[in-house]
């Protein structure tokens, strides 16, 4: 079997649509098919390499002329490596592989991560759609895709091949130590979350805010900070490419996301022990065990993450039991899972192949 991923680029930025994609391709490439992949290049391409995967240049961005060129890119990355499964992750490369598959006896996957952007509606043109939850796929069947296309494999980062090493130094956080990890957008909840410590912070006078990632809106956060009179205890960190080392030392994990099709950082949080406060949204209580492996809060709601933090802080017998809780039932959050639910999918696609192409002979 021949995979060719398409994605925007391969940039290690923490973007969690690249991450899964690069997982895929390694893993794929490790069991032994072959597998390539298309984008604007980044500094994934030293691990793909590693891992055996051929990187093809194609750049996506959307101007008219430069569209141009990616079509004839391409078609000939399509002639020349010959694909069985193309596996889109983004908007642009599954209209591209959709409209120019003439040039290429392949079954088109795309995955669906997030989904409550318009322009999901467009990954549903792919033969088999992913989606990274089950509240993605109802998301996407409401929005008309066919449920037949539809298939279900739920994120997971456990074993991934971007973790360089087994034993990660550790970095030395305040306790007790309050993290996110997220991009700095408005819709990941940072202005509640902020709210909300700035709630509890007077009564636990040890406890630290620690802000792990890069965005748009991190100027407007760090304005927000500023004007709580605890500001010296909440920390901007940037993007991290190892937050595993910042997890190892949390107490408690916050993902106070308005919107999260899954959540690929609650299953490092759950993995490094985390207790772990999460809106209660989306496919998020699907990465919680239902609220088994942590609790599960309101959306945009400040008062609600404080009531959460203040119950955790007040008891350290809860927060214990919360840490315990998050690290029960992990097996199911690896990506040798992933990669299982993913090559069944395409087996699946090869198998309708075949069948068409005999019924086809058999007519003639």
């Not at 088999?128 to 796929?137: K, L, P």
């Not at 700035?198 to 630290?208: C, G, L, R, V, Y």
């Not at 950082?265 to 209660?280: F, H, K, P």
Request: with cysteine.
């Amino acid at each position: 079997m021949r995979i060719l991923h398409i994605l925007n680029d391969v940039r290690e930025l923490g973007n969690g649509i690249i991450n899964v994609a690069i997982d895929l391709a390694c893993l794929q490439a490790k069991a032994g098919l072959e597998v390539a992949v298309a984008s604007d290049g980044g500094e994934y391409e030293t691990l793909l390499a590693d891992y055996g995967v051929t990187h093809f240049p194609l750049n996506q961005q959307r101007q008219l002329g430069n569209l141009l060129r990616a079509t004839k890119e391409y078609r000939a990355i399509a002639q020349t490596f010959q694909p069985d499964i193309v596996h889109a992750h983004m908007m642009t490369g599954v209209v591209l592989a959709r409209c120019l598959r003439r040039f290429g006896n392949y079954k088109l996957v795309s995955t669906v991560h997030n989904e409550f952007q318009r322009s999901a509606t467009l990954m549903g043109v792919a033969d088999r759609v992913i989606a990274v939850s089950q509240a993605v796929a109802d998301s996407m069947e409401r929005r008309g895709i066919p449920q037949r296309k539809l298939r279900v494999i739920r994120n997971g980062t456990l074993g991934s091949p971007r973790q360089r090493s087994s034993s990660l130094p550790t970095i030395s956080l305040q306790h007790p130590a309050i993290a996110t990890v997220a991009g700095m957008y408005q819709r990941k909840g940072i202005t509640e979350l902020i709210t909300a410590f700035a709630q509890i912070a007077a009564d636990f006078p040890e406890a630290h805010l620690y802000l792990i990632g890069e965005g748009p809106d991190r100027q407007m956060f760090e304005a927000q900070a500023q004007a709580t009179p605890v500001s010296e205890r909440i920390h901007f960190l940037g993007f991290q490419p190892q937050p595993q080392r910042y997890l190892q030392s949390t107490d408690i994990f916050v993902l106070a996301s308005h919107q999260e099709p899954f959540g690929l950082v609650l299953s490092e949080a759950r993995d490094a022990g985390c207790a772990i406060i999460a809106s209660n949204v989306d496919g998020i209580p699907e990465a919680l065990d239902q609220g088994a492996a942590g609790l599960l809060v309101h959306p945009k709601d400040s008062a609600a993450i404080a009531a959460a933090l203040l119950e955790l802080l007040q008891c350290s017998q809860q927060l214990q039991a919360w840490k315990e809780q998050a690290q029960r039932n992990l097996a199911w959050l690896s990506v040798s899972r992933v990669h299982q639910e993913t090559l069944a999918v395409y087996q699946e696609l090869i198998a309708e192949r075949d069948r068409s192409k005999a019924f086809t002979s058999f007519e003639l």
